[in-house]
């Protein structure tokens, strides 16, 4: 599994968007944000859309962080674009939904489950150079928090010492 200080992997993938439109996006769309991609198992099931809704809710809050959340499963964009469409809380989602339908990306991450074959429900934060500065492995039954990343994120952002339970607006370390 790649981890901190690891480069992202080159990706071009097929993605629908906010506007419910389908475009290939790839590791060098949104030049210049932090980014933060989530994967999870598959469509249509059970913990995904909570996770998913989630993100969305707090969409403004990673956008106040020149962040893109970039969610991803190994669906295709016909896959995930049916689910928007069928689900009420996926909808309107604001950030786009990559279709890794070879698993190319999520091989190259090393998150697949090993006899299941889907991605596990990783979450990687990824600096505006490429680097990851943040992963987080969930099983597949549980569910990640949308607050802790938003809080790392944010402790990453500030580029100084952040201790235990840090938040926002808290003092960093003095050495």
Same mark, same amino acid.
Request: glycine letters at 6%.
């Given at each position: @599994?790649?981890?901190?200080?690891?480069?992202?992997?080159?990706?071009?993938?097929?993605?629908?968007?906010?506007?419910?439109?389908?475009?290939?996006?790839?590791?060098?769309?949104?030049?210049?944000?932090?980014?933060?991609?989530?994967?999870?198992? @598959?469509?249509?099931? =059970?913990?995904?859309?909570?996770?998913?809704?989630?993100?969305?809710? %707090?969409?403004?809050?990673?956008?106040?962080?020149?962040?893109?959340?970039?969610?991803?499963?190994?669906?295709?964009? =016909?896959?995930?674009?049916?689910?928007?469409?069928?689900?009420?809380?996926?909808?309107?989602?604001?950030?786009? @939904?990559?279709?890794?339908?070879? %698993?190319?990306?999520?091989?190259?991450?090393?998150?697949?489950?090993?006899?299941?074959?889907?991605?596990?429900?990783?979450? =990687?934060?990824?600096?505006?150079?490429?680097?990851?500065?943040?992963?987080?492995?969930?099983?597949?039954?549980?569910?990640?928090?949308?607050?802790?990343?938003?809080?790392?994120?944010?402790?990453?952002?500030?580029?100084?010492?952040?201790?235990?339970?840090?938040?926002?607006?808290?003092?960093?370390?003095?050495?």
């Amino acid at each position: @599994m790649l981890t901190v200080g690891d480069a992202f992997p080159s990706f071009s993938l097929q993605a629908v968007t906010s506007g419910k439109e389908f475009e290939t996006l790839t590791h060098e769309s949104f030049p210049g944000k932090w980014k933060v991609l989530f994967l999870w198992p @598959m469509d249509f099931t =059970f913990v995904c859309p909570t996770e998913i809704a989630a993100f969305g809710k %707090r969409d403004g809050d990673f956008q106040d962080r020149d962040t893109q959340v970039l969610g991803a499963s190994t669906d295709t964009h =016909f896959v995930h674009l049916a689910w928007r469409n069928q689900h009420p809380d996926l909808k309107d989602l604001p950030f786009p @939904m990559l279709a890794d339908t070879r %698993r190319e990306l999520s091989a190259a991450l090393g998150v697949l489950h090993k006899t299941e074959g889907v991605p596990l429900r990783a979450t =990687f934060v990824v600096d505006p150079q490429g680097v990851i500065r943040h992963v987080s492995v969930n099983d597949l039954s549980v569910g990640r928090s949308v607050d802790e990343v938003l809080r790392v994120l944010d402790a990453l952002q500030t580029d100084e010492l952040c201790p235990c339970n840090w938040r926002k607006g808290d003092a960093t370390l003095k050495v």
